[in-house]
């Protein structure tokens, strides 16, 4: 009896009925092999022939079934098959070439890297074994280039597609015109060709896989198996051509060869879904061209048939799904039917979320999803989208290898979706990024590759956005000249080219405001006409084409005067109007355009019903509830205030406070402070303020005033307070819900805070649909601000070129009161400040740089003569005479001629030591940043529990570079010997940051002694100086301080902002109310060493009198006794000004 020398695997799936008989002939095949090497002996020359034979039948098994299990078989016993061939044998190549085949096929299911190394180094061997006369080299070849196109697709190594090129290109030689392989192995060649020109662009590559396809089809009958298939390959390579060169017999023919490729194929057949796929995108492509709704309605119906036939578990239903929903995106930009756009991105992320890590076509299905998201944005306007977008496109270049041929059309991707988010918050760091995207995208396509056109469009206009915001005519000429290029390099019957000639003509349009060139403006029509032109009546894009061409018709009229040209522009303008429907963000563009256009004509004509059209269009801009860009809103607005205070002086206050509806959009809590305070300066924020607020005083309107002035105030410091609300009057889940997200933001936790500002703002949006919240955490109402004055009057002043004013808000009188500030100019008040800045200098409060200083109170000339005593005289007689007694005397004109008053100074009134001006101390003084804040601090509970004062004193901080402030030992032992219960004392070593930071959670009152520091560049970044460490803002503001309720701030520069940023109050003593104080005192500038522990006696013994607890609202009385004695004593003017009460 001979040795059985052949095993089978006793983990093969099983094949036959329930009765016992086989149930299709495969399965007896495998059972009839599986036999015959079980009766043939180990090291008989058949057993090799034994195991191929047994791995083809369930190759054939899993080609028919797509069953896992048949290919994981496969492999093992083709490995076998190698493994038991002896190396030297010619006959191993038949072993290797089913064996790279089975991995190949893993690979295609399973997608693992290992399976393509795998098939690429069994086809290679395969090859190497086969000699060049062997009549199989040329399948061996061609299942060898089929390998490199894997792992091109794979890699996106180039020197791989080049592989794949030789290898068909040496098959289809070898082999004679009527051999019957000669089909597959052009369709081989075609599908290499493709590749290379998909990569590099070179038309020949093109030409030359068109045509290895006819002749492939050609040669395949009509009942051959692959015909259907080869017709499909040929349709592709048709569209391609149709996309590059634009011949409409292209796509005509592509549409035709798809449509074949279907109805060859049974409706069961596991290709159709792949076929009806590839006739949908020809389909996209003639809709695209013609613009017919049939064929765009015949691409959904295709992707629709093709879902439906990929059962779910099936590993290709990801990308028929992500295809489906692409072809519901594009009928959505035409359809507007929002249940399109739902759906697509609902199946596409079904298909991401289908599709794991890893996988390499998972990039592509978050970059398809980032394009749905992104045109959901631009639609709505939530944020939510325009952030999916972003972080889907980020995922999918991060999931694309370096050299992937794909990589460059994900880069361009992201840009646009960083310009997207630039042009909406207004983050420089957006559109550097974006630019360094497109650019890297421009650099990885060849040039004469189809999508270069798109990338350098893409390019030219993150260029254009640069100049805008930095001004750099450098980027002007470079936006210029890659927007020719892009035009030189779109076919005249592009789609896409009215979109590149209008932008081009924006281009020229800029540069011709800075250089006046009249060729530059009359290129500039021809561009934008031509668009116009190309643009068919029905076309989405038709009427902003129209507004553009009438903002070139308002330049022309602009330039030379030519009525036509005005009248032609307004005409262009309506003709937009109409094409735009309601609800259509666009709308906005349109209508203050044409308000533009009229009142340039009633300037022409005075006609005066040209300004009845210009305010109805002005008032129609914001009509609609549309979502539009918070800037373009916020200009329009501004511009319709201007025209307003010309023509219609009643409208002043609703236009100006149309305009400061969009601030908290455009100073958005989702972005940086540095990059909301660069907002503030870019849209000239504080001087818009000021104007809105003067306009409004001039006609009287008082409650306007103060509402506009509010808004525009403290724009950060104001959110900064939102992020801690009262949740009294929500639900459990939303109160939790909201202070959740809140704590996120203002800790600084979020890993990505546009997100949590999003989720936030929604959140909100439902908070106020409910009944008696429909303000919530909106603008406060005048008649919620004048609450502020129930205890003692509160004044604000407003600096402007035209003039400035001062509004006392005081409880008795339900208007505001107006003080005329006649004789101020705010040159005069530049002029104090210099002075102010001059005698610092000279009396060495400040151990600051130059640049700082200049911050602080901005540039000065020149050197004010005379003694320090002198000029600090004569500024507190200025201050007095011009700002502090006019607003008395108003007071003492209503009986009020003591007790609390509040400073509200704004502008150029800030910093300035208005409490100090008065020759008598007839009012207690403090300031507050913003109405809203001081409301907050009065409706904020004192602490029920005993008063805890927790004091710091550090007398250095152990780490060299600040003086020792030898007074803190004695301030710090003056309040130990006065609070006798309830005081927490950290000095010298025990002083630490993280000592301090426990201290301010567990104490309501603190004592602050030791050096401060106010970075003016960074503002959250000013910081007090402990041992061995520093507490910045930032960190203060980032803890829940439900407790807090006063500080005391003997630290240097504690309550002085930067000059810049004059209405922010992002100083110390602004920080700690921020962060949920009631009151604090702090300093305008460094305090003396010496005065801090006179200071803290008296401040702490009145509060601390005869036992008692102390009280909040008594602080600011405790000060001014302080302050008396130090004027008592006869010390400097330096030394007893500085000292400021804020708060309640």
Known sequence: MSKQGGTVSSDEPESTSGSGITADPIAAKIKQIQQLIKQTPSGHLDLPKHFQALGNAYAERYRKAADLRDIQMAILYHQRAVTITPTDLPTRADPLEDLGWAFGARYQRLKNLEDLEAAMLNNLEAVKFTPANDPDRPRRLHTLALSFRDQYRRLGAVKDLEAAVKNDIEAVNLTAMRNPNRPRLLEGLSASYSLRYQRLGTLKDLESALQNMQEAVELTPTSHPHKAHRLRSLGICLKDRFRRLGYLQDIEDAVQKGLEAVDLTPVDHHERPRYLQSLGDSFTARYERLGSLTDLDAVVQSNQEAINLVPAGRPDRPKYLVDLGASLTHRYQQSKDLKDLETAIKIKQEAVDLTPVGHPDRARYLQSLSVSFMIQYRGFGNLMDLEAAVQNNLEAVKATPANHPARARCLQTLAGCLRTRYQRFGDLKD??????????????????????PEYLHSLALSLQDRYERVGNLTDLESAVQTHQETATLTPEDDPNRPQRLQHHAVALLDRYKQSKDLKDLEAVMKNFQQAVDLTREDHPDRAELLQRLAVAFRARYMRLGDLKDLETGIQKSLQALNLTPSGNPNRLTHLQGLAASYFYRYQRLKDKSDLEHVHNYYSACFAASAWNDPESCWKTALEWSSFSEQFRPSMVPTAYSTAFRFLPEILWMGNAISVRHDAILRLDIGRITSTATRSCIRLGQLKSAVEILEQGLGTTFQQMLQLKPDVDKLSPQQAADLQRLSSELYSGAAANPKEVATKRQDLLDNIRKQPGLEHFLLPNPYASLCQTAQRGPVVILNSHVNGCDGIIIISTTPEPIHVSLASIKIKDLE?????????????????????????????????????TKECFEELLTWLWENVVNPVYEVLTSHNICSGRLWWLPTGEFTGLPLHASPPTDQFIHSYTATLGSLLDTQHKKSSSTPSKLGVVGVTHTGQGGNNYLNGVKQEVQKICSIVKNGLQCLEGENATTDAVKLQLQDCPWIHLACHGTQNLVKPTKSCLSLYGGSLELETILQMSLSNAQFVFLAACQTAMGDAELVNESFHLGGGFIAAGFRSAVGTLWSMNDQDGPLVAEIFYAYLFRDGRQPKVDETAKALQMAVQELRARNVPYERWIPFIHMGV
Not at 431 to 452: C, G, I, M
């Open 431 to 452: 559109l550097e990024a974006a630019l360094q995207r497109v650019q890297q995208a421009v650099k990885l396509t060849p040039a004469s590759h189809p999508d270069k």
């Open 831 to 867: 002029s104090q400040r210099k002075m102010l800045k001059e005698l610092l200098g000279r009396c060495n409060v400040r151990n600051r740089d130059r640049t700082d200083a200049i911050r602080l109170f901005g540039q000065q000339e020149g050197v004010k003569s005379g003694t």
